[in-house]
């Protein structure tokens, strides 16, 4: 591999590398494009441009390329001005922020038992919390309705979905955190133990401030489970002036409506956070995912 | 790894055992399960026997009312069958005087929808019976509808399914009863009775449960004192068999002797209450006849007294035309309502023994150790337990149960007990190999088959993971090319997909494969296509959710298998092409092997997740065409919350549950297999 041909051959390769790449990168983007380019239209139809009676191809080209005939706000204003979009917004963000803080709180307790303490019932525990992943959820739906709504008596408020999604993102968030505390070498605490620091003290002043990139993957990771949520929030939330963002973004185009403007202009406003969020995050989930299976 | 936690607080067991023997008697742990036990198996019996009384008392006072009830019905048929004017103001006549300040009573008679009489006090003056039903009283008619329709679903298929007796509460102690009454075997209209229900109080004596329970706590601790003096010192985390079976007996004969006790209150409690009844009877009877008697009509309730019914308005023979009681009869009836008990009685004292069993066999006081030296541990996992107990593990259990039941959103009210169905609807789901309908067109598909919908879920596993491999894999060799340029840029861009939430993708898919404006159609008719009507066709339905998915789900695939491909030494690489392996032997002899243990979890997990995508299917397509393209989560789904029918979903997820089970026990075979062969 050297000299001027070798060069050259790898470019030539390079190309139709590049070609490749850029045909599924416009796939992956396309439909990111057609949301901006029916939020910015300014109107509430899915085609883009008014075709004539017989159109041509260019007429056709013109119809799928992603690019709205007039540019306007009108869906963002819109949206944010006469739908009670923004109250939507407000209560995902009120259902994700008590989420997050009662998720980290719960992963973070019982991963740290599961991973420092030897006590009867700890295999048992963490087995339980792994079987669980594979109850489906419409198994779990009924009852888990039947128990919010009649028995606490939650029905139709963001207690009763903040508790849900807490304890059902438990599994997953605590054995990422007891991977990420094993890690932690066990010397630290027992110094602090000789030291005569108490379990309390242990935990929340020198555990909890060690583990930090771990707990900011387990926060995020719930909070992005309650802002993406949609089936339970449609189930349990009746008033149209409770609903999340999800079931108020479904309220647009689902059933005889086809508001596809504020559709458009609404998931743009919500999926930004949770894109960069993700983009941010994605390669703790796929380490957290596959741990275990991926050796060496 | 046990740290310091425990060991600090564990005490040597003889320390524990001297410590035991200085306690009083009644203060060991047999004692206490005794104790315990005895109070958990009475207060249950107690219970169940109060409900039982508050039951019979109840049942009792609605038999009264119906008695009362078909003897106005007999009146009302009677001076039906009367022809002539003043039949209807002799009826107003008549329930006025069988009635007299029981609460408000009336007629109705369906044809012609009228009030015959009635003694409510809103129909007195202008409004009062006989008239036409006003529109405010239409519930009046729709109740007499029902109850018709009801007579006629049992004189059909001859069996008594359907209720015939109307009992409603209308509030706190106020009843609506209301039954039909028949002129020549047809209904002609209804009779009800709006009455507040007085109930004589009633429950079973405390001081002989109370006593009960002392007496099992002294008999097992005096047994303890008893050991004590012969010497055997106790250790309370020992099992002590001995003790175990004397206070077996205790629990068993005071729990038995208190259920006989109550057994036999029940008895002359349900005596009382029908010599009541049949005091009841005899005066309606006489007042019935006497009436009957001065407008000329035969009012009687015959030789087996037909007024005397049950919810079907069959007889129940108890009380005889005579006002007698018929004891046979009665006694069957103490007898079958007693053995429900029996059987409550004895599991209550199986509850009570294996509580005993805990503490006299040293369990609870291994349990308090083990508490108390793990302490920490227990608080710190609580929190978390705790929750998953309430809203994973039993909706989990709960789910589990609903499957063997008939639960509808109708009759969600009713106890469990009552929908069992056993292995029904399993049988149903299983057992229906009918996928292929014979019509008049010949052999037709039937979508709505569980075995279809099996098919269509791994066809839609298996393509889905097959295209998100293949994509994400022939993605992450190009990326993972050394030298090439913009590779950070295509990744964030490639990435994409799986950051944007997957309901708000489906419902874009959505838009852009509508028939009429979406884009696809459009871009099919610019190379000269006919548009497509995606939803309508089973095949191309499924391609709308395998395509939305497989546009989902390479980025996951992509990802891992870079950051596979990337913890591959070149050094593998070198050495091959110094051997002469070309580029594709390489491929395979290296880089496959060496991404094995990369890519089979990521296929594992992601068989899961396809198997369970709800959002691509029920967004995107929604199963169309009718139901054709439904995987078995979404089915499962609309079963209960469109169909709402519990049972059944429940049912068909247990299925789904079990087929995971089964894939996850199989697959962990093979990855042994694999790893033992590979290692």
């Not at chain 1, 010397?187 to 583990?211: H, T």
């Not at chain 2, 079907?312 to 108890?318: A, I, S, T, W």
């Not at chain 2, 095949?539 to 989902?552: D, E, K």
């Amino acid at each position: 591999m050297s000299g001027q041909g070798g060069r050259r051959g790898r470019r030539m390769q390079h190309l139709g590398l590049h070609v490749f790449l850029v045909a599924f990168s416009l796939i992956a983007v396309y439909p990111v494009l057609w949301v901006f380019t029916v939020a910015f239209s300014g109107q509430q139809n899915l085609a883009f441009v008014e075709l004539p009676p017989d159109p041509g191809f260019l007429d056709r080209l013109r119809a799928v390329a992603p690019w709205p005939a007039q540019f306007s706000l009108r869906n963002f204003v819109d949206v944010l001005d006469q739908q009670p979009f923004l109250r939507w917004m407000l209560n995902s963000a009120i259902v994700a922020g008590l989420t997050t803080v009662l998720g980290v709180f719960l992963a973070c307790t019982a991963a740290y038992a599961f991973s420092r303490f030897q006590f009867p019932g700890r295999r048992a525990g963490m087995m339980s919390f792994l079987v669980s992943q594979m109850f489906p959820g419409t198994l779990l739906l009924v009852p888990i309705y039947i128990i919010i709504t009649q028995w606490l008596g939650l029905g139709n408020s963001f207690i009763g979905l903040v508790l849900v999604y807490s304890v059902t993102a438990i599994p997953f968030c605590v054995w990422m955190m007891k991977g990420y505390f094993d890690t932690i070498p066990i010397e630290i605490e027992e110094s602090a133990i000789m030291d005569g620091a108490s379990r309390q003290v242990i935990f929340f002043k020198i555990i909890l401030p060690l583990a930090k990139p771990a707990v900011a993957v387990t926060a995020l990771f719930s909070f992005m489970t309650a802002w993406n949520e949609f089936i339970l929030a449609a189930t349990f939330l009746e008033e149209e002036l409770k609903y999340t963002a999800p079931v108020g973004l479904r309220f647009f185009v689902g059933g005889f409506s086809s508001e596809w403007g504020y559709f458009a202009a609404g998931s743009i406003i919500i999926s930004i956070p949770v894109v960069f969020l993700f983009l941010y995050l994605q390669k703790y989930l796929v380490s957290g995912l596959t741990a275990g299976g991926v050796k060496g | 790894m046990s740290l310091v936690a425990g060991s600090a607080y564990l005490e040597d067991p003889a320390v524990l055992a001297a410590r035991a023997a200085r306690r009083p008697a009644w203060l060991q742990p047999a004692a206490i399960g005794a104790l315990l036990g005895a109070l958990l198996a009475l207060a249950l019996s107690w219970w169940f026997v109060s409900q039982q009384r508050a039951e019979r008392a109840e049942d009792a006072w609605n038999r009264g009312v119906i008695m009362q009830l078909m003897a106005v019905a007999d009146a009302a048929a009677a001076v039906e069958r009367r022809d002539g004017t003043g039949a209807e103001q002799a009826l107003q006549g008549l329930l006025a005087e069988l009635t007299d300040g029981d609460g408000h009573f009336r007629v109705v008679r369906l044809s012609g929808s009228r009030l015959l009489a009635s003694t409510a006090p809103a129909d007195r003056d202008e409004a009062a019976a006989p008239r036409r039903l006003s529109r405010d009283e239409k519930w009046l008619f729709d109740l007499a509808q029902g109850l018709r329709a009801a007579v006629e679903t049992n004189v059909s298929e001859s069996v008594f399914r359907r209720r015939q007796v109307n009992v409603e509460a209308l509030g706190q102690d106020q009843m609506r009863i209301s039954l039909p009454y028949f002129v020549d075997g047809q209904v002609a209209g209804i009779v009800l009775a709006e009455r507040e229900r007085v109930l004589q109080p009633s429950r079973p004596s405390a001081v002989a449960a109370t006593a009960g329970v002392g007496l099992a706590w002294l008999a097992v601790g005096g047994l303890v004192l008893l050991r004590r003096r012969q010497g055997v010192s106790p250790d309370p985390a020992a099992r002590n068999w001995g003790l175990f079976g004397a206070g077996v007996l205790v629990l068993a004969a005071i729990t038995a002797g208190h259920g006989l006790l109550e057994l036999g209150g029940l008895e002359r409690w349900q005596r009382e209450l029908t010599d009541g009844l049949s005091d009841r009877f005899l005066e309606l009877r006489e007042e019935a006849a006497y009436l009957g008697g001065s407008l000329g009509v035969a009012i009687d309730p015959g030789r087996d007294n037909r007024w005397d019914v049950d919810l079907f308005q069959r007889e129940l023979g108890v009380i005889g035309g005579d006002g007698r009681l018929r004891e046979a009869v009665l006694d069957a009836d103490i007898d079958a309502r007693a053995a429900g008990l029996r059987k409550a009685i004895t599991g209550n004292l199986g509850l009570g023994l294996l509580l005993f069993a805990f503490f006299a066999l040293g369990a609870a006081t291994r349990t308090g150790r083990a508490l108390r030296d793990n302490r920490h541990a227990y608080m710190y996992v609580l929190p978390a337990m705790f929750g998953m107990l309430i809203l994973v593990f039993f909706p989990f259990a709960y789910g589990i149960t609903l499957s063997f039941t008939e639960q509808t959103a109708l009759n969600v009210g009713e106890p469990i007990t009552e929908l069992f169905v056993g292995f029904s609807n399993y049988l149903r789901i299983l057992g229906d190999f009918q996928v292929f309908r014979s019509t008049a067109e010949g052999a037709v598909i039937n979508y709505q088959n569980f075995y279809w919908t099996l098919f269509i879920t791994i066809c839609w596993t298996v393509t889905n993971v097959t295209v998100g491999v293949t994509f994400g894999m022939l993605l992450a060799l190009a990326l993972n090319t050394r030298g090439l340029r913009f590779t950070n840029l295509y990744r964030v861009l490639l990435i994409l997909p799986w950051a944007i939430p997957n309901y708000i993708t489906a419902l874009i898919w959505r838009g852009m494969f509508h028939q009429q404006f979406g884009v696809i159609n459009q871009a099919i008719q610019m190379f000269g296509g006919e548009p497509v009507a995606w939803f309508d066709g089973v095949f191309s339905a499924f391609m709308t959710g395998l395509i939305t998915n497989g546009w989902l789900s390479f980025p996951f695939m992509m990802v891992v298998i870079l950051g596979g491909l990337q913890s591959i030494s070149q050094d593998m690489y070198e050495a091959a092409t110094i051997d002469g392996a070309s580029k594709w032997q390489q491929f395979w002899q290296i880089t496959l092997p060496s991404l094995k243990p990369t890519i089979i979890p990521a296929v594992i997990i992601s068989v899961v997740w396809t198997f369970n995508m709800f959002n691509v299917i029920y967004l995107v397509s929604g199963g169309e065409p009718a139901g054709a393209n439904e995987i078995l989560i979404t089915k499962a789904y609309k079963i209960a919350f469109e169909e709402y029918r519990y049972g059944y979903a429940a049912a068909y997820s247990v299925v789904i549950f079990l087929i995971l089970m089964v894939y996850g026990v199989l697959q962990t075979r093979l990855t042994r297999a694999t790893e033992a062969t590979t290692s």
